[in-house]
């Protein structure tokens, strides 16, 4: 009947006008006005499990067990640090003790940004010109400079030597300083010296030595992250690590750095501590190509 049609007319025009203002309040970032209830998408987590694992890694949870295997592979004692290392130079009791420290000291210069057999070259040189504390105080940086002749950083470094031994001789009487806050007022000694200077002269541990070796080794693990600087970096270390293993883990590190974890290209794939490591953890072996089989002749 025509009522009929025009009570379905109606309730058509009120579900059109209904669905236009939804929309425009879709369009108008607004919720909905009418009675209708939008269903939200179920929420889709793209992250793989794999993914979930490594966020819930935590390196410096592991670290006695990436230490203790860092010393595992350390054992043999043979990086260039082991055989040719400063800290060797305190072992020359022909030596008198002060002048020992004071070859120590410059040595510790000398090897900044420098490889330890260079270093040790130098020092053998530097000794054979008669390496003393009042002799280097006497001469110029000329000579000196010469002397280290293929180390890095030379004209700075010898600069350093001479006044270093000028300070040492007319300041402190030819004793070389023994404290951390006397030390780091020397030309050309950072905290990394002086904190080595310490340990290896003084048998004294005031902090973690950070070096090259220590900051990006660190930094790998996952023991540090985000640091831009090695005395970042040795601050983190500090928050951490055991008191037990500071006069130790520079030394560690820096072998571990020189024979297995290099900058260029470390050997994660034979290396103990990857499944404790971020970098290693993520290792993947390369495919090895396929040799061609030669084909056998008749003889």
């Known amino acids: 009947t025509q009522s009929t049609w025009e009570s ?6 009120s579900e059109t006008r209904a669905e236009d203002s939804e929309l425009l309040s879709f369009l108008e970032g607004k919720s909905y006005s009418n009675s209708r ?4 998408p179920p929420e889709i987590n793209y992250e793989t499990e794999e993914k979930k694992k490594e966020d819930l890694f935590d390196a ?18 043979d990086a260039p640090v082991d055989v040719e290392g400063p800290g060797l130079l305190m072992n020359d009791t022909e030596v008198e003790l002060q002048e020992r420290k004071f070859h120590l000291l410059a040595a510790l210069i000398i090897s900044a940004q420098t490889r330890d057999g260079t270093t040790a070259a ?13 002799k280097a105080a006497e001469t110029d940086e000329e000579t000196i400079r010469e002397l280290l002749s293929d180390v890095n950083f030379r004209n700075n470094k010898a600069k350093y030597i001479v006044s270093l031994a000028k300070i040492v001789r007319t300041k402190y009487n ?18 990394k010296i002086a904190l080595l200077q310490l340990q290896l ?6 902090g973690i030595a950070v070096d090259t070796h220590v900051h990006r080794i660190s930094q790998r693990i996952g023991w540090v992250k985000n640091a831009q600087m090695p005395e970042q970096t040795r601050k983190e270390l500090e928050s951490f690590v055991p008191k037990e293993y ?54």
């Open 201 to 206: 002269a003084e048998n004294t541990v005031s």
């Open 122 to 134: 130098a020092m053998m040189r530097l000794k054979k010109w008669g390496l003393t504390i009042a």
């Open 174 to 191: 030819g004793i070389v300083p023994s404290t951390l806050e006397e030390l780091i007022k020397l030309p050309g000694v950072g905290p």
């Open 246 to 299: 500071w006069a130790e883990i520079n030394h560690l590190l820096v072998g571990f750095g020189q024979t297995h974890c290099q900058p260029l290209r470390p050997k994660c794939g034979t290396c103990l501590t990857k499944d404790y490591c971020e970098t290693g953890r993520k290792f993947v072996e390369p495919i090895q190509p396929k040799t061609k089989r030669s084909k056998k002749t008749d003889s």
């Open 37 to 40: 209830k939008r269903r939200d």
């Open 60 to 77: 410096r949870a592991s670290f006695a067990t990436t230490y203790g295997l860092i010393k595992l592979m350390r054992e043999g004692k």
């Open 8 to 13: 379905l007319r109606r309730r058509m025009e």
